[in-house]
């Protein structure tokens, strides 16, 4: 079987057209979930992969999704957060600041649309502010708390090329031990 290729048409030197419809959700041990973004090539190029890529999160239930997460080196995410921010965003080149709001880092259980079956109680500060830009180019800043500081803060990740089993905490080492003697072969 030939291994499947992806749709680019080189335009300059340093960016490429995408074919949004061949982008799917890469899956461990996919080396982008490993490699850290850089810029998005272009606000066009974001344009036409961001609706690919909320399709994308909403057909897999779920409510982030990272560019290294379809294969892109792109720092970009999209989120619908259902009861938090019901609305379909798209965050170009953000940067985060995290504001602990005079709490300690509270846990909470996540998962990964490119970990499957695999569910952690991960640490995070409950507050966030987040600038970007949007898909026209224009930046904006929000602050969330709850489970929308904790998507930003998780699809940054990405981009950093973190993953939720880098920040498991001790009590949870057997279960990511498990997970991985399985995926980490596939």
Not at 44 to 50: D, G, I, K, T, Y
Not at 113 to 133: C, K, T
Not at 152 to 167: G, S, T, V
Request: with cysteine; charged share 25%; proline share 10%.
């Amino acid at each position: 079987m030939l291994p499947q290729i992806r749709s680019v048409r080189p335009v300059g030197p340093y960016t490429e057209i995408i074919e949004p419809s061949d982008l799917n959700i890469v899956s461990w041990p996919d080396l982008s979930l490993r490699m850290r973004a850089t810029h998005v090539p272009s606000v066009e190029e974001a344009s036409l992969v961001a609706p690919r890529m909320i399709e994308l999160m909403h057909d897999a239930a779920g409510i982030g999704l990272a560019a290294p997460q379809v294969g892109l080196p792109w720092r970009m995410f999209v989120t619908f957060i259902p009861d938090a921010d019901p609305v379909d965003r798209v965050f170009v080149d953000p940067a985060i600041e995290l504001d602990l709001c005079g709490s300690p880092p509270q846990p909470y259980e996540e998962g990964c649309l490119s970990l499957p079956d695999l569910r952690l109680e991960i640490l995070r500060p409950m507050g966030a502010r987040i600038s970007a830009r949007d898909l026209h180019g224009d930046s904006f800043e929000l602050s969330g708390s709850g489970l929308m500081a904790r998507v930003w803060q998780h699809e940054f990740d990405h981009l950093e090329a973190r993953l939720i089993f880098d920040l498991a905490q001790p009590v949870d080492a057997p279960t990511v031990k498990r997970w991985r003697k399985v995926y980490d072969i596939q």
